[in-house]
């Protein structure tokens, strides 16, 4: 508690707290993407409950994640070594390595997990024949709520590990990065279920997300090869598409009144 006292006086430490609490939302964006998509496959009545357990596991491991700091960031330390790299880049650093971490070794499994799930799902997505995998909503067979959440947990580890290390990278004091764990899942259990629902209501949002999920899995991938693509380009990217995916909503609504509008007067006669 004494070490606490002495933050809550410090424009530091806020300056910090917000920072890291506006990035964490960030990176928290394409969990909740996964987490929303996921539990629309499930039965109507279970689907809230998905999202919420979901997220409140992601809660759960981030804390525990951050109870042993020490341990994550010796994660990044490598454990293996092929001997193969790139050439060399801009600024002499090579364009690729193949010297693993245990963080290295998450992220291309988690990517690799990504870019599998995506695939599938849009494969279903553009398929209309049903195909009674149990991915397939459109057949007799839908996705069980226990093997959502044991999905939902793998791709939790996978953006806990990336959160907390960028959290140490922000600050040394566990007491922020706890605050801003505790902020950033409160916002995602807020806006878990409008997102979620949104997204049920509007197919080609579907596919967007999913195009998202490729795009981070591969750019997941990349990260854990030592190819650093930077994040202010894949936000960029996402950020643009959303908007214009928003431009089309907008037009198809407009569209959809104009068709449902009654082309008779008050009084019932033809206008």
Do not use: C
């Amino acid at each position: 508690m004494d070490s606490i006292i002495p933050l809550l006086s410090d424009p530091a430490a806020w300056a910090a707290l917000v920072t890291l609490v506006i990035l964490e939302v960030v990176l928290g964006i394409d969990n909740l993407i996964f987490i929303s998509i996921l539990s629309n496959k499930l039965p109507a009545h279970q689907q809230q409950t998905a999202r919420r357990v979901g997220i409140g596991l992601a809660l759960v491991m981030r804390l525990a994640l951050l109870s042993m700091i020490a341990f994550i960031v010796s994660l990044t330390t490598p454990v293996f070594d092929l001997g193969i790299t790139g050439a060399p880049g801009q600024h002499g650093e090579p364009t690729f390595e193949t010297q693993f971490s245990w963080r290295d070794l998450i992220l291309i499994a988690g990517g690799l997990f990504l870019v599998w799930k995506a695939t599938k799902e849009i494969h279903h997505s553009v398929d209309d024949e049903p195909s009674g995998e149990a991915l397939d909503k459109k057949g007799k067979a839908a996705i069980g709520f226990g093997a959502a959440i044991v999905q939902i947990i793998a791709l939790d580890m996978v953006f806990s590990i990336d959160s907390i290390l960028t959290a140490v990278g922000m600050t040394d004091e566990v007491p922020i990065m706890m605050a801003a764990v505790i902020i950033t899942v409160g916002v995602m259990l807020v806006a878990a279920d409008p997102l979620a629902n949104f997204i049920n209501r509007n197919p080609t949002v579907v596919m967007l997300a999913l195009g998202f999920l490729l795009m981070i899995g591969a750019v997941l991938i990349a990260d854990g090869f030592g190819v650093h693509v930077p994040k202010g380009y894949i936000y960029a990217a996402m950020a643009f598409s959303a908007m214009v995916e928003a431009l089309n909503i907008w037009a198809r609504n407009g569209r959809e009144k104009r068709r449902g509008a009654s082309p008779t007067s008050n009084d019932g006669e033809t206008a």
